[in-house]
């Protein structure tokens, strides 16, 4: 009788994938189950959790508390954020994948602010903010569409040079010799930028696209420290609302769990969506 050879893999796969995969039932998959069962309870703790079927989603999307404003605020933002936050970073990283004096302490400078607690960005931009308003008779809570710009630049300046960094990684993996064949070949600078360079950094889109998209719907502490969602919750982005409709509203709890299920299920969607359809322009390339 042959003796077999285990393969190694298969043998201690239980053992180094286990102690991972029991982590993520417990601290993951068996929260958001319960989270899901609450969205239809109502409930101060757990183990007092009452099903109410549906009503939490009813009142959700009735809007009594502005959830469909902080929704479309929300998308609003991404939307301009992830178009803002990609376009300036891919044209930083083509700039500092040039022959430049200094490129490396550019880099270094342009990443910095990622480094930076949410809260503390917050804080520091509502000062700035404010040291520029004051001098016109308002403040950043004065208008909803100073809380949303001031958004997107806090989101800009924090998130571009993290999608430089990841930009330039692809932008150094183009062979030279496809850009001087481009060259020899007479192609102009617009024609290789589309034609040759996107089409060679796709799989670095589909990362930026997918963090930018991903971070900037779960954006909260940036959001708290600069307007708290005020005035009157109206710059109050979704995971903000869920954390006042939660932990400020007694017997709402239900309503907040109901609110982070459709938020968790809409960004997967999203991101999931938006995976797939770059993904396939990377095959077709």
Known sequence: MENRKVNPLKKYFPVFVGPT?????IAFFIPFI???????AQFKTV??????????????????D?????LWFTVKFVVISVISVNIFAFLLALLLTQDICGR??????????????????????????????????YTLTSNENFGFWGLVILINWQMIGYMMVIYIAGLQNIPNSILEAAKVDGAGKTRTLFNIIIPNVMPSITICLFLTITNSFKLF?????????????????????IYKTFYSK???????????????????????LQLYLTRRKEQEY
């Open 34 to 40: 319960m989270g899901v069962y609450l969205s239809f």
């Open 47 to 64: 183990s007092d959790a009452v099903f109410v079927g549906l009503k939490n989603y009813i009142t959700v999307f009735s809007n009594s």
């Open 104 to 137: 490396n302490f550019f880099r270094t400078v342009f990443f910095i602010p990622n480094l930076i607690g949410g809260i503390v960005l917050g804080y520091i931009w509502q000062l700035i903010f404010n040291g520029i308003l004051m001098n016109y008779g």
């Open 221 to 241: 502490d940036q959001n708290l420290a600069l307007t708290a969602g005020a005035p009157a919750n109206k710059s109050a982005m979704l995971a903000l609302d």
């Open 21 to 25: 995969l029991i982590a993520f039932i």
């Open 250 to 272: 007694s017997g709402w709890e239900g309503v907040g769990q109901a609110k982070a299920v459709i938020f968790s299920v809409l960004v997967g969607v999203i991101a999931l």
């Open 66 to 70: 502005g959830f469909l404003n902080s």
